[in-house]
């Protein structure tokens, strides 16, 4: 008997931790500002009562039974694997070639791509950006166009293009079973992020920085080192983490202005804020970046509903200090910046 009630409370705990378990139940991307009279529903009624720009928190097909018209293949005779990456890539070709979904041997979804465009990208201005210097940008022509590309694999790379997963694995296993992200040229160069946010530390070069509603707790990769290279070398992968610590996201951030509808344009009080730490520190060098060049990000997500995310309390403490620092140090003081104070410092 005794045994017995270890026995069920063993079995009630494991049932409580799975259910609290955070699950990855689908795939969106881009973050945007609710707006209101803009639905993306056919009920009226919007997105749990909110309006929101169709264009936003976009849900993506995530097998190949999955997606419509719109969708097809990027390179038609293309096998799973190329060498540069694996799965069949594809894209929605009623809009610039951007966000490129991978699938693997059995229809699917293994991974994301975005495509950059280099002449939206690379630009002759001071102080250049070191692309060839960060190994998750690889080089790729695509319809005679030059690209620069970010692969992220949700699943092992070598099982993409083997055994992949049945629909049965994908409503058991959810959306992926983690985040890996090229880190070279080659698939088998992939990283595994933390998929909890306790593992983050300086050992794994995750540096913990401020809460955004709508996002969850960013994780930048060292932010503490990007004044020392003048933002000019920017890891651009960021972690996105729920109350519990659980991983529900990531976000790419690039510098340019690209002329995909997917990416976001944050001002550059929003990036100091999220790139920003609980005691107030912030990396400078990303003003004159986002002033000069603009930095555009995608916000990719795994839960059904991350428009309805919403920080913790605590989190605020970071983010008031960042505020509060960044207005002191602005060049025209803490009153003249309050009085000048525009939303696109916010968001673009």
Excluded at 159 to 164: Q, R, S, Y
Excluded at 282 to 307: D, E, I, R, W
Aim: glycine share 10%; proline share 5%; hydrophobic share 35%.
């Amino acid at each position: 008997m005794r045994n017995s009630g270890v026995f069920i409370s063993l079995f009630l705990l494991a049932a409580f931790l799975v259910a609290g378990a955070v699950e990855w139940d689908s795939l969106k991307v881009t973050f945007g500002i609710p707006i209101p009279g803009t639905l993306t529903d056919a009920s009226g009624k919007g997105l749990n009562g909110r309006g929101l720009n169709s264009s936003v928190f976009v849900r993506q097909p995530r097998s190949i039974s999955e997606i419509s018209q719109n969708w097809q293949k990027l390179n038609p005779s293309a096998e799973c694997s190329n060498g540069l990456f694996n799965g069949f890539q594809y894209y929605d070709n009623t809009k610039p070639l951007s966000v490129v979904l991978l699938f693997d041997s059995q229809g699917t979804i293994a991974g994301l791509q975005t495509f950059l465009p280099k002449s939206e990208a690379i630009t002759p201005v001071e102080p250049v950006f070191r692309y060839d210097l960060v190994p998750m940008f690889n080089n790729v022509t695509q319809g005679g166009i030059d690209y620069l590309v970010i692969t992220v694999y949700f699943v092992q790379p070598e099982t993409i293009c083997a055994a992949g997963r049945s629909a049965d694995d994908l409503l058991s296993t959810g959306t992926g079973t983690g985040v890996y992200v090229q880190n070279g040229t080659q698939p088998s160069e992939s990283i595994l992020v933390p998929s909890n946010r306790d593992d983050t530390n300086s050992d794994n070069g995750y540096s913990e920085n401020n809460c955004g509603s709508q996002m969850g707790w960013h994780n930048f990769f060292r932010t503490e080192e990007w004044d020392t290279y003048n933002c000019t070398v920017i890891t651009p992968i960021f972690l996105l983490y729920n109350n519990e610590n659980e991983l529900h996201g990531f976000g790419l951030a690039m510098r340019g202005t690209f002329s995909a509808p997917a990416y976001e344009y944050p001002g550059a009080l929003a990036i100091a804020t999220l790139a920003g730490n609980s005691s107030g520190g912030y990396p400078h060098c990303t003003t004159a970046m986002v002033n000069t060049f603009k930095v555009g990000t995608l916000h990719v997500y795994f839960t059904s509903n991350p428009q309805d995310f919403e920080c913790s309390l605590t989190s605020y403490v970071g983010v008031v200090r960042v505020v509060s620092k960044y207005l002191k140090e602005s060049w025209m003081g803490y009153l003249t910046r309050l009085s000048s104070f525009s939303f696109s410092d916010l968001w673009q």
